[in-house]
């Protein structure tokens, strides 16, 4: 079992920064890949970033490369989405996922295990 804990959100101007954290509790988390996805207003949840057991490898939506970079610490047992030059269309609850695999995942269906989301408003 893999609790997941996000934190970090909140309202900046486009242009701006955010880092979100997700803090995990349980026993695999350095052995599970971690994803981040986000629900924006009145659509389905889609993906933005994931990255591998170890943080040797990390794959990006074509939205946010360049903009946004995923890495994790398995000593404090937490991911993180630094996302820079935010856009209004970033607007949306961003969630982490913790998979039973090692590699990175895109498809939401390859997490088990996901936290309550965090809010993130880019205001234009």
């Known amino acids: 079992q893999v609790q997941l804990v996000e934190s970090g959100g909140g309202l900046v101007q486009a242009g701006g920064s955010l880092r979100l954290s997700c803090a995990a509790s349980?026993?695999?988390?350095?052995?599970?890949?971690m994803g981040w996805f986000r629900q924006p207003p009145g659509k389905e949840r889609e993906f933005v970033a994931a990255i591998n057991w170890s943080g040797g490898s990390t794959y990006y939506a074509d939205s946010v490369k360049g903009r946004f970079t995923t890495s994790r610490d398995n000593v404090k047992n937490t991911v993180y989405l630094q996302m820079d030059r935010l856009k209004p269309e970033d607007t949306a609850v961003y969630y982490c996922g913790a998979s039973v695999r090692m590699e990175w995942r895109t498809s939401r269906n390859d997490y088990d295990y996901w936290g309550q989301g965090t809010q993130v408003t880019v205001s234009s």
């Open positions: 349980g026993r695999s988390f350095s052995s599970s890949a």
